[in-house]
């Protein structure tokens, strides 16, 4: 198995610009989280989602973010626009069952705004 | 809402040697797993050792081990033989029943060779 995918690995866009990340979650699994991590706050959840659903997004900080799960393999994570202080490392993980299994992470996306 | 404190930021070892990273966590819930990952530079996220709640026995993974202290709420890792690889960022994490994963603020642990 692949593991979790993301893409881009990296990505540095100016200040006002729409970002979108992406995610291909592993396989057979039925949820999927998007986490971003920054030296001041550690590792935050932002949302998640079971069976393409969004479950719980009460950690996107604000509406500049947005998130979609539009079939089992694809997610999307979208700001828009973009700010100096959305600049962090975005995961995107997914687990097989709820509530008593790990979470597989992907490699994460390096987001830099300027 | 759970939280999870790892109260280290820092730490170091002698390669070879045996060292213990702090967890507390706080919850009310009955039913919940707990967790250590591990971030290299990589920066991939690596689960390292998974205990459920209502498991007693320690789990245990080659090198790695937890003490497991259900009272008191701590869930430590001892990294026994330490070697160069494992020099990373450590997160412990908890998961209860709502699929709701709490980390803490990690411990940079570095292996001086």
């Known amino acids: 198995d692949a593991g979790v995918i993301q893409s881009p690995r990296h990505e540095v866009t100016e200040m006002g610009q729409e970002v979108t990340l992406r995610c291909k979650p592993i396989?057979?699994?039925?949820?999927l989280f998007w986490y971003r991590q920054t030296m001041m706050r550690g590792l935050e959840l932002l949302i998640y989602?079971?069976?393409?659903?969004?479950?719980?997004d009460s950690g996107m900080p604000e509406d500049r973010f947005s998130a979609k799960m539009p079939n089992a393999s694809f997610s999307t994570l979208k700001i828009q626009p973009s700010e100096p202080r959305d600049s962090a490392v975005y995961f995107c993980?997914?687990?097989?069952?709820?509530?008593?299994?790990?979470?597989?992470f992907g490699p994460g996306t390096r987001l830099t705004v300027t | 809402a759970q939280t999870v404190t790892q109260s280290q930021p820092e730490m170091s070892v002698q390669e070879a040697e045996t060292v213990t990273l702090s967890c507390t966590y706080d919850?009310?819930?009955?039913?919940?797993?707990l967790f250590w990952y591990k971030q290299p530079p990589s920066r991939q996220m690596i689960l390292v050792i998974r205990?459920?709640?209502?498991?007693?026995q320690n789990a245990t993974e080659n090198r790695f081990s937890v003490n497991f202290q259900k009272a008191a709420k701590s869930f430590s890792l001892k990294i026994s033989d330490s070697q160069l690889g494992d020099t990373a960022m450590y997160f412990c994490?908890?998961?209860?029943?709502?699929?709701?994963?709490?980390f803490g603020t990690g411990t940079s642990l570095t292996v001086i060779p």
């Open positions: 205990q459920e709640a209502y498991k007693q």
């Open positions: 919850t009310s819930e009955n039913n919940y797993y």
């Open positions: 993980a997914s687990s097989p069952i709820a509530g008593t299994y790990e979470q597989y």
């Open positions: 989602f079971n069976n393409n659903v969004p479950i719980d």
């Open positions: 396989s057979g699994h039925d949820y």
């Open positions: 994490a908890s998961l209860n029943t709502g699929n709701q994963f709490y």
